[in-house]
């Protein structure tokens, strides 16, 4: 009996074994390696995995409790532009005619640079351990998924969304800046940086979009300073799809040794650690699809990033005057609103509606506006503080608005659905559909509300109707 019992115990720990073994790979491997190397370590209660559609990620391996120290790495081992200048090769870029760049061009260019030194096993690493980010570049994706490579076709499934024209917009910007690399690096610098080609450098800057921390350290005065730069192995961890299953919060410690990744919550055996990425206004999904590459299928903290139309009716000789308010209102001025779905405290949508009131003020009523202050317009037009026939037709204007983008999108939010349930779309479209699907479930939910806001004005009419008839 009891080596039936061992012999099942043994023939379950390999059906195990072989289950978890293929969720190791080369890349992690070669992180660990790197990291014991630089003196940063990992907890033994956790192990880096292969996660099915995310890339790398931290699991726990058996039960952490709260408070465990996760990751640990010195701060010398971060990866900020400093460390460009301890390079001979790519020295001369930083102090010559692209040391002018922004900072997010020359990181990008500088992970490029690391990434073609360490191209291949052949290349050796540096002597010096601090000058070695071979294991490190190694263990990084060749493809981030953010959409600097959409094509057009990809652009398209995302239909009415203004997110893709604020990614072709800023590609266009990217493509820009590397035209002018090239033309610099081709007459003016050899060895690795020669043979940098636009795919290289599009690789650096999703490095850098997606991977970035914003670093605390003392400086030498022993003051506290916040710097950019990419920490290995605080990268790893995948971000929350909610708040309640953030389980690990990062920081540096308070001798600004390292920046340590500690566990804020005790954490299950099997279970995976997960970090919130940036602030709160910016995880909804078209701005995680622009830093990092992915979208969430039910994000909690999704809004809608929204064109403000520039059509009006020709009739309205007033237009010019309005157009010039709007645009010198500042949240408006870049023609986009970010609007949040309905709830308690804000249960319609308010600067829409501020912006339906500002076209469809007649000349008596826009004249009240001269000689205010952009804030002062502003906070003026966000108050419902008018004539029931404006309110009306802010209402009507943004019901319109809100109509014409649902008109722009040719699948429903249930075939959208379908396809994300039935798993097999590629990843870019993957993310586009789950793009394009959070934005209509927000309209139709902005619609519902603008519905019952509009029934709310119609009974007010009512009543005042009927309290001018008893009057009589």
Avoid at 281 to 301: E, I, S
Avoid at 358 to 372: H, I, P, Q, R, V
């Amino acid at each position: 009996m009891d080596l039936y019992i061992l012999a099942k115990a043994v023939i379950l720990y390999l059906v195990l074994l072989v289950k978890i073994a293929p969720l190791r790979s080369a890349a992690s491997d070669s992180l660990i390696d790197w990291t014991k190397a630089r003196n940063a370590s990992i907890s033994d209660q956790v192990e880096i995995r292969d996660i099915p559609g995310h890339g790398l990620g931290i699991v726990a391996i058996f039960k952490v409790d709260a408070g465990t120290v996760i990751t640990q790495t010195p701060l010398h081992s971060v990866l900020s532009l400093e460390h460009a200048f301890l390079y001979p090769e790519f020295e001369p870029i930083m102090n010559g005619r692209l040391g002018d760049m922004s900072d997010t061009d020359l990181s990008a260019l500088f992970m490029a640079f690391l990434k073609l030194r360490y191209d291949g096993s052949k290349r050796e690493a540096s002597r010096d351990p601090l000058l070695d980010w071979s294991g490190y570049i190694r263990s990084l994706p060749e493809q981030v998924g953010l959409p600097l490579q959409y094509s057009e076709a990809e652009f398209s499934e995302m239909h009415g969304s203004a997110v893709a024209d604020l990614c072709r917009r800023r590609n266009k910007a990217v493509f820009k800046s590397f035209k002018k690399i090239l033309k610099v690096l081709q007459h003016e610098h050899s060895g690795v940086m020669s043979t940098l080609t636009e795919e290289d450098f599009l690789w650096g800057l999703s490095i850098v979009w997606s991977r970035t921390h914003r670093v605390r350290a003392r400086d030498r005065d022993g003051q506290w300073q916040v710097a950019p730069a990419i920490v290995p192995m605080a990268d790893i961890f995948n971000m929350a799809s909610s708040e309640d299953l953030a389980n690990v919060e990062c920081r540096t410690d308070d001798g600004s040794k390292h920046f340590i990744c500690t566990t804020t919550q005790a954490v299950e055996a099997g279970a995976q650690l997960f970090v919130l990425y940036s602030t709160r206004p910016h995880r909804h999904n078209g701005r995680l699809l622009m830093d990092y590459g992915f979208c969430l299928r039910d994000n909690p903290w999704n809004s809608l990033t929204f064109q403000l139309p520039s059509d009006v009716p020709a009739a309205d000789i007033d237009y010019t005057r309005k157009h010039a308010i709007w645009k010198s209102i500042q949240p408006w001025a870049t023609g986009l609103l970010k609007i949040v779905p309905p709830n308690e405290k804000q249960p319609r949508p308010v600067e829409l509606l501020a912006v339906g009131r500002l076209f469809n003020l007649d000349s008596e009523s826009l004249a009240t506006l001269a000689g205010k202050t952009s804030q002062q317009l502003y906070e003026f037009l966000l108050k419902p503080s008018w004539s029931p026939a404006v309110e009306k037709a802010s209402v009507r204007w943004a019901m319109k608005s809100l109509q014409k983008l649902m008109q722009e999108h040719p699948t429903t939010v249930e075939h959208d659905e379908a396809l994300l349930d039935a798993g097999d779309l590629p990843l870019n479209l993957r993310n586009c559909v789950r793009l394009r699907l959070g934005e209509k479930k927000i309209v139709l939910k902005l619609l519902d509300a603008l519905e019952k806001y509009q029934q709310v004005l119609v009974a007010a009419k009512n009543r005042r109707t009927k309290k001018r008839r008893e009057e009589l």
